[in-house]
């Protein structure tokens, strides 16, 4: 299991809330059948998708094998055609405590 966030955030112009073409993409995304979709991106699983409108910004958290795979993802799904996209490692609180206990013994 490998935790990934995808950030995003976009001009408020290209919100869904005010671009037809913007909300026909969203639309698009949200009406895709994504169990069919997540294994050709050796994505295993959409663990959350956050939203904050005024931001205009969101985080989609996954697990998933391959950061270049979550890119393809992004840009084929129409993620990228409306938004700044960064893909980050994530790892829990769970996994940072035991990583700072190895430091210190
Ligand atoms: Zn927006």
């Not at 998933?64 to 893909?87: C, R, T, W, Y």
């Amino acid at each position: 299991m490998a935790l990934y966030g995808i950030y995003g955030r976009h001009e408020i112009k290209d919100c869904p809330l005010n671009s037809s073409e913007s909300r026909k993409m969203a639309r698009k995304i949200a009406e895709t059948d994504m169990s069919s979709v997540l294994p050709k991106y050796k994505i295993n699983k959409m663990i959350g998708r956050y939203h904050s409108g005024l931001e205009h910004t969101f985080l989609w958290i996954l697990d998933a094998e391959d950061p270049h795979l979550i890119q393809q993802f992004a840009i084929d799904g129409g993620m990228a055609s409306f938004n700044e996209v960064k893909i980050v490692p994530l790892m829990t609180f769970d996994d940072v405590i035991s990583e700072v206990r190895k430091i210190d013994g």
